[in-house]
């Protein structure tokens, strides 16, 4: 009744291509993006902001770069967090090496290194399908951890091999509290989710989506399969290597190699695909059901008073957490962003029963 | 000479590992259409019941007898396994029918998390050890061939020799039997199966199982080997690229694929490794596999992969 689509009469074709067609969407985008920009800073403390907020946002960012490879291009990648490695390390060496470097040139001259990276590891995707794909961009991760840990040049000879960048400063303002860092996140997000979004409904994404869902068929209207999935992978990697360099910057401040391991690969894998293959706002999902959830289960054995060593209580988080996952798979397996759909389908007779 | 063929063989050994762990996968892919990310947390698992049973079983029945109470733990450990195959049949798989492969590779994500913590928490996460009576001692060959001959370990060539006779009688299981022969209608085409009355789910328990027990397998040779600990679950990293070197439906590419990883991880460790600062085996494995593919993107000895529009 309140939510509807009909009534919209659309008069131009600018109208009929817009971002949210909708206008109560249009209008709860606002109001949501309002609220996470002033409200949410305003009323969060620094520990949500930094152990919740931060990493939410920013894993939502690698999410949805993700989801460009993987839900509209069909091109399964596991080795994400190189790519993310990548995105970061590279900033940090533009940042440390080059002086007077400004803070965001830093972090899309990372998303620039991530890209060509990306593309390189891209290429065996002309050739090689599916799982067999998906492993090998396991090399990738491989090599890139290595890579990182042997050559002292990319960790600016530090003797650990753990980096730590110096404070951080946008446009003269020093960002020293997690209130700041979070909204220099956020605008960063909202920027790449928008652009994102407006990316998937034109032609590149419309070739994207055709070749995941035949490559053949595509490549016989006349789609190149070239362009097409390489493009993916330079998209995927530049949004996935930015959020790496912001994972490192902002949320580490010091990090090591380990930080950028298979394991962060295999968990945004978990968030697009609880979130929703192909979807924008399912990314945001699955990071905020990935971030959440741990934190969660660490609380739950002390609210209920149980006293659990540290080791019984992670093994347990794993037990829950992959029951979780495999539960949420047999329960919904298209994400949580088909829940939202089914919810907003309901939406439009509410209050009504028919 | 000697040298190179010791590291050769050291090799040979390690190969022989990854394609124990690498067969298990392709068991489960042939028959499920699963690739199984949980191989690594069942090897994990299987080990620790092993060991800790072997540890328990002399306690709890008063036994004196080592051979007897490892034949027991071994019993148990399998037992385990079979139930771990009933209980990802009944609550994954059954509810995963005909879903994309990535949503099922997804889940056995969350499967093998399960049973990492399933594992640790039932069985400790200590570093145990596994004694099943492997001779230990060091065997001399070709004396008089090479200048101080060739150094191998018995427990290497014991452990080889079981191997083999577990893919052969593997072999002739799949050949021979009634099951076997219904596992592999499973494997060519679920639905055809499905309508000759195979019992599908029946099926998947079995593959499972059997994946289950060659998990087992190369779980208590590395355990034996090298101990039990939670390093045993990466293992399964290095049998990936074994696999799709293999090619993920064919059993002797699994074998074949292990030992030519496992012997070029060796030599590329040794001889190339140096010029790059050493630790390239991590990866050496991945980018032969990937070259490898680029030529054949389905792998040595893995179905032809057509494309029908």
């Known amino acids: 009744m309140l939510y509807r689509e009909n009534g919209h009469f659309k008069t131009s074709y600018r109208a009929d291509l817009a971002l949210f067609p909708v206008r109560e969407d249009r209008i709860a985008m606002l109001a949501l993006l309002a609220a996470a920009f002033t409200v949410v800073p305003w009323l969060a403390g620094d520990y949500l902001l930094r152990a919740v907020l931060i990493p939410f946002v920013i894993l939502s960012l690698a999410a949805i770069g993700l989801n460009l490879l993987v839900g509209y291009c069909g091109q399964i990648s596991l080795g994400t967090g190189a790519f993310m490695a990548v995105g970061a390390y590279a900033a940090y060496n533009l940042q440390v090496r080059i002086e007077g470097m400004p803070l965001i040139v830093a972090l899309l001259g990372g998303g620039l290194c991530a890209t060509a990276v990306g593309v390189l590891f891209g290429l065996p995707s002309l050739r090689i399908r599916g799982l067999y794909l998906a492993v090998s961009t396991l090399a990738a991760q491989f090599f890139i951890d290595w890579f990182v840990n042997r050559v002292h040049w990319v960790t600016h000879d530090s003797s650990s091999g753990s980096v730590s960048v110096p404070p951080l400063t946008v446009l003269g303002v020093v960002l020293d509290t997690p209130g700041r860092r979070y909204l220099l996140c956020l605008a960063i997000v909202t920027a790449f989710a928008l652009a994102a979004r407006n990316l998937v409904r034109g032609a590149i994404g419309r070739e994207w989506m055709a070749i995941r869902d035949m490559d053949i068929a595509a490549e016989v209207i006349g789609i190149q399969p070239m362009h097409a999935k390489l493009t993916a992978f330079a998209a995927s990697s530049f949004i996935v290597g930015v959020a790496g360099a912001l994972w490192g910057f902002i949320h580490l401040g010091a990090w090591e190699p380990a930080a950028f391991g298979l394991d962060r690969s295999l968990e945004l894998l978990f968030m697009i695909i609880i979130g929703g293959l192909g979807s924008i706002a399912g990314s945001f999902f699955g990071a905020a059901f990935v971030v959440i959830l741990p934190l969660l289960l660490n609380d739950v054995p002390r609210l209920l008073g149980l006293p659990l060593s540290t080791a019984v209580s992670s093994h347990l988080e794993h037990m829950v957490f992959g029951a979780l996952i495999v539960f949420f798979l047999v329960v919904e397996p298209h994400g949580l962003a088909r829940l939202w759909a089914t919810g907003r389908q309901k939406l439009r007779l509410w209050p009504f029963p028919h | ?309």
């Open chain 2, 1 to 309: 000479m000697g040298f190179l063929l010791e590291t050769m063989f050291g090799g040979l050994m390690a190969g022989m590992l990854y394609a124990l762990v690498a067969l298990g996968f392709v068991l489960i892919f042939k028959a499920s259409g699963v690739f199984n990310f949980a191989q690594g947390a069942m090897v994990l698992f299987s080990a620790l019941a092993m060991a800790r049973f072997a540890e328990w079983i002399p306690h709890w029945l008063h036994l004196d007898s080592a051979l007897l109470a490892n034949v027991l733990a071994f019993g148990a450990a399998g037992m385990a396994m079979v139930g771990i195959a009933w209980a990802v049949e009944r609550f994954a798989l059954r509810g995963l029918v005909n879903q994309p492969p990535i949503a099922l590779l997804m889940a056995t994500l969350g499967i093998g998390y399960f049973i990492d913590g399933a594992g640790q928490l039932l069985f400790g996460d200590a570093t145990y050890k596994i004694d099943v009576g492997l001779p230990k001692e060091p065997l001399i060959l070709f004396e008089n061939v090479f200048d101080g001959g060739l150094l191998l370990n018995k427990e290497d060539l014991v452990s080889a020799l079981i191997a083999a006779i577990l893919v052969a009688a593997m072999a002739t299981f799949f050949q021979v039997t009634r099951t076997g022969r219904a596992l592999r209608a499973v494997a060519d085409d679920h639905q055809a199966a499905l309508s000759v009355g195979i019992p599908l789910s029946r099926m998947w328990v079995i593959v499972w199982s059997l994946g289950g027990l060659v998990a087992l397998v190369a779980g208590v040779i590395w355990g034996s080997k090298l101990g039990v600990q939670f390093s045993i679950s990466q293992v399964a990293l290095k049998a990936f690229p074994v696999v799709i070197l293999g090619g993920l439906t064919s059993v002797p590419g699994a074998i074949v694929g292990g030992l030519l990883i496992g012997v070029g991880e060796t030599l590329s460790e040794v001889y190339v490794g140096p010029f790059f600062g050493g630790g390239i085996a991590n990866w050496f494995a991945y980018v032969l596999a990937l070259v490898f593919l680029l030529a054949r993107p389905q792998g040595l000895f893995g179905d032809r992969i057509i494309d029908r529009v």
